[in-house]
DNA sequence: CCGATGGACTGATCCAGATCAGCAGGTCGT
DNA sequence: ACGACCTGCTGATCTGGATCAGTCCATCGG
């Protein structure tokens, strides 16, 4: 039901359209936090849509380290990509308890070949999570910390309104400051530190699995935090 | 004639399709180094595919800072991402003065619906794309200026060696310091500074618009280089 | 009840890379 | 033929954020 939400705010989907996405809805499966989903290298037969919780993509590298590319929550897809691409190139991890359902690589195929519009759609919705993962590579290769951070709390505080469960006083974030260092290209040490910083100064509060806009106006202008590519809805095709 | 090659790698095109795809080229243009193709915030009736130069796309911050997101190649997409999210969410600026096709929005939306596994085959070319702005991300967030620079020459190198212009040896590169450091996430001087590292020990030399390949195994070992994510191709459906 | 684990938080120190301030050669416009 | 400008290149200095080395809870399993 918010996979038909999502795509229709880009394509009015025809009832024959939603049929044949509800009909491709196949194994409702759940995965504990912290156990892969979806190990890099690993081929895949199937991408999921998630239900609920909170799942990360991010890619390993030789010394140890770890970028996360991106955070998905209800409504997002994941591993949509490597269905295309054969192999995955990033593992994918639950942050939280996370209910997923499981959609056939073959299935999908079949889908988008029979419903053109339908295809369409979802490219639309891969071409909105790049445009995030753009936006996420400025913000590590030219904002400073505490922008930074600003501008990814922000993000998600947007995207989850967008889905009903956040608003512009804030929203609950299962985030540990190490996930969040890792996906900001910080150390967890400097993560605390930015998140005082940004708290003593009135912008926002991270506290108890709860992120809280103290000053939403001071704080998108702080982060220089333009929403134009969260916002893209409405018909392209009448 | 090279995006036939390129998509044709993915899936097996059959007559019909490769009829839609020369259809739907329309008109050739040329546009002179440095002046901007398509600018931020932009809404686009057309998306290009270019033929010879080289581009790159960038968003620019509010500071005056940019971030370069991505080169372009002969054969690469210029804004087919645009063309969905209606609004370029991102500039392209031509690198060298570059030759480009123009493709109309409404061609292309028309041939994907007409053309299923068309569509398909484009999506796949962008989810390549994508896959490599993520490998970006992941280098600018997590490795240091010295192994960063190393793994954009190899992967530059990588893809032009697909379109047959470069080797293992090297290749001829348009790009000067200052557009690297604005893609690497650096300052021009240390571009400088890192590219005599790697030149002292043996590694890579970059000169007069030229990258040689000092020691291609050690430059991929030092870089941790996987060029998995370029190698994608082969038949998804049959 | 007690140890183990994981997350938030802090001070002290260090260093990769930024910034500032320049020089040298090439090319372009006038 | 003379600036003006761009690109490459360099030394000196400064700093944002990493690293190291902890403390202080809360929760959980036995």
Redesign the pocket.
């Known amino acids: 039901m918010p996979l038909v939400r999502k795509l229709g705010a880009f394509v009015a989907l025809s009832r024959a359209e939603i049929a044949v996405l509800e009909g491709l809805r196949k194994r409702r499966r759940t995965f504990v936090a912290g156990r892969d989903l979806v190990h890099q290298g690993q081929s895949d037969q199937a991408a999921y849509i998630l239900m609920s919780g909170w799942a990360c993509s991010y890619k390993d590298l030789a010394d140890g380290q770890r970028q996360i590319v991106d955070f998905q929550i209800p409504g997002d897809f994941l591993g949509l990509r490597s269905i295309l691409l054969h192999m995955s190139d990033h593992s994918i991890e639950p942050v939280t308890d996370i209910e997923v359902t499981e959609v056939l690589k073959a299935d999908l195929l079949t889908a988008f070949t029979q419903t053109p519009r339908l295809a369409l759609a979802i490219f639309w919705a891969a071409s909105r999570d790049e445009a995030m993962v753009v936006e996420h590579l400025v913000g590590v290769g030219r904002r ?3 922008k ?1 951070m600003a501008h990814f709390l922000l993000e998600l505080g947007a995207r989850l309104t967008l889905i009903g469960e956040g608003s512009k006083a804030g929203f609950e974030c299962p ?4 996930l969040m ?1 890792d996906a900001l ?12 910083l940004l708290r003593e100064n009135g912008l926002l509060t ?2 108890d ?1 709860y992120v809280t806009f103290d000053d939403y106006a001071g704080l998108t202008a702080f982060a220089d935090f333009d929403p134009t590519y969260l916002d893209q809805v409405g018909p392209l095709l009448q």
Chains 1, 2 share one sequence.
């Open positions: 400073d910390a505490a930074r985030l540990t400051q190490y260092a290209g910080l150390s967890a040490v400097h993560v605390n530190r930015v998140l005082r991270f506290r699995g």
